[in-house]
Each structure stands twice: as structure tokens, then as C-alpha cells.
């Protein structure tokens, strides 16, 4: 676990990704995987175990998410009609997007809602080729992008963190980091850039859901660090111009801190980093 990392991009902080805190030893499985991600102590690495194990080791590469709970594919049938922005001039409902983006790959069925039934079993397996994986990331990237914005508007951007599954949380994020990226979601945002994202997103939203259990179980100052090193993790997809993305920076920064600040007390300082000049850098503290 304390073999020395010789190729880590410059901007990657050697922290906890659980509290924050420098430290050398990394997950060995997910840095065998080529994904460097660092744990103080076992104690930490332990604490988030639980969801980490679904991207852990050998599918540390990958950039989708393991198949859906039945409680998750099943929100989508509520979901089915509602109306979602499928590209910047045309909106679908959430069953035709499905039906566009799979229907090739499941079997016929006589109205868009009948083929979103026909996926669920579907998607609780998780053999599928890269380019279904792919059809059905930016599917759910979009089911998502509709369920979740018109949730967050109606609580105000308060989404439980202990009451939906965690994949629903770490998507969010991802929304919030293609906001900011070129491409959106649905493009670049989607590529093997936001793998690293993804690991510490879980991360986060799992030590946000122990604490919103029990507030007693897990300290302010890791949610800190894991912000910390959520916001570090999305320069793998963003490219900072240190002279003109100041407010690239405010508004990945701000996005990001959202849905958490609902939750913990949270104050976040961002800077470019002095010696690195496309490196965001952020500080959380308590306000
Ligand atoms: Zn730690
Ligand atoms: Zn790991």
C-alpha cells in the first residue's frame, strides 16, 4: 500500500479522500486499476467501503455506473412521461429518450413507456457492450438531468442523501460538473475523465449519507476533505485558462457546493494554484 507513486499528474493532491489529510497510501486495488485514490488508514478506507466496493480495483476504469437497484429503475417509471430536454431544440419525454437511445437492444414493444418496462430487467445486468453501456449512461444521464432538476426545484435543492440511492446523488454531481464542462454531460462529460470524478462524487455522498443517519458519525472536517478532493478530481475533465476562467471556476465551485451546503455547514475558498496555474484549488472550512 506504500509503494511510490512515480507518474501522478502534477495536480493530483496525495490527500485522504475521506478526510482530506496527506497521506501515501493508496487504495491498492483501484492503483493496480491505474486509479489513484488515497485512504489514511483502514479505518477510513472501511468507512466508505460499502459503496466504494461497486467501483473499486478492476472497474476503477470504468466511467459507468454499476446497474441500478430495483428501487432506482423503478423511479424511472414515474418518470416515464415526464418532459426532458433530449437536445438544445428538442424535448422528449423520458420513455421516447429511452426508446431512442436502447430500444435497438431490447425487445419490441408498442409505445415508449411499454419498452422503459422491458428495460428494467434489463438493467439490473451488468453484462452489457461498451457501446449499450454508453446508449444507456447518457440515457440515464438525461432521465436524471429531468428527474433531479425538477426535484431540486420543488425541495428547494434539497435531496435527501439517506433516502435515495447513491447513484442518484453521484449522477447529480456529475450534472453539476458537465455544466461547466464544453461538451455537457452527454458528450465529453461522459469519458474516462470523469472516472476519478465518480470515485470521489461516491465517496462524498457516502460519508454525506452516514451523517445524515447519524450526524455523531462522521466529523464536519471530512465532508470538507472530500469536498476538497471532489473539486480537485474534476481538473482531470476541465481544463483551467488561469487568465480567463475565473468564473468557470466560481461556477463549478458553486454548482458542486449546492446540494451539499444544504446539508453540513460548509464555506469554500477556491484559487488557481499559484505554481500550476490550471489547477483549482479549494478550502473548505465551517462559516
Ligand atoms: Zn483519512
Ligand atoms: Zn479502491
Not at 129 to 146: F, M, N, P
Amino acid at each position: 500500500m506504500t509503494t511510490p507513486a512515480p507518474e501522478l499528474p502534477k495536480h493530483y493532491l496525495e490527500r485522504c479522500a475521506v478526510c482530506g489529510e496527506p497521506t501515501k497510501n493508496r487504495c491498492s486495488a483501484c492503483f493496480q486499476a491505474g486509479m489513484p485514490l488515497f485512504f489514511c488508514s483502514a479505518e477510513h478506507q472501511n468507512l466508505v467501503w460499502p459503496e466504494h466496493k461497486s467501483i473499486c480495483g478492476k472497474n476503477a476504469r470504468s466511467p459507468y455506473a454499476p446497474p441500478l437497484t430495483p428501487e432506482s429503475a423503478a423511479s424511472f417509471l414515474r418518470v416515464s412521461t415526464q418532459l426532458v430536454e433530449f437536445t438544445s431544440h428538442v424535448k422528449l419525454e423520458c420513455a421516447e429518450i429511452w426508446q431512442a437511445l436502447l430500444g435497438e437492444y431490447l425487445p419490441p414493444a408498442n409505445s415508449p413507456q411499454e419498452m422503459l418496462v422491458n428495460a428494467l430487467p434489463w438493467l439490473s445486468k451488468p453484462q452489457r457492450s461498451v457501446k449499450q453501456e454508453i446508449a444507456l449512461d447518457v440515457a440515464l444521464a438525461l432521465t436524471y438531468r429531468g428527474e433531479v432538476a425538477r426535484k431540486a426545484l420543488i425541495d428547494e435543492q434539497t435531496l435527501p442523501f439517506n433516502t435515495l440511492d447513491p447513484w442518484h446523488h453521484v449522477k447529480f454531481l456529475e450534472i453539476q460538473l458537465g455544466t461547466v464542462l464544453p461538451e455537457g454531460i452527454d458528450g465529453g462529460g461522459l469519458s474516462v475523465e470523469t472516472s476519478r470524478f465518480r470515485h470521489h462524487a461516491l465517496i462524498l455522498v457516502s460519508l454525506l449519507r452516514r451523517k445524515a443517519n447519524d450526524p455523531s458519525t462522521i466529523p464536519l472536517g471530512c465532508i470538507h476533505g472530500a469536498f476538497e478532493l471532489l473539486v480537485n478530481s474534476a481538473n482531470d475533465a476541465i481544463v483551467f485558462d488561469f487568465s480567463r476562467d475565473g468564473q468557470k471556476a466560481q461556477k463549478l465551485v458553486e454548482a458542486l457546493l449546492r446540494p451539499v451546503k444544504n446539508f453540513v455547514p460548509i464555506r469554500c475558498e477556491w484559487e488557481f494554484a499559484p505554481d500550476e496555474s490550471k489547477v483549482l484549488r479549494v478550502k473548505c472550512s465551517t462559516p
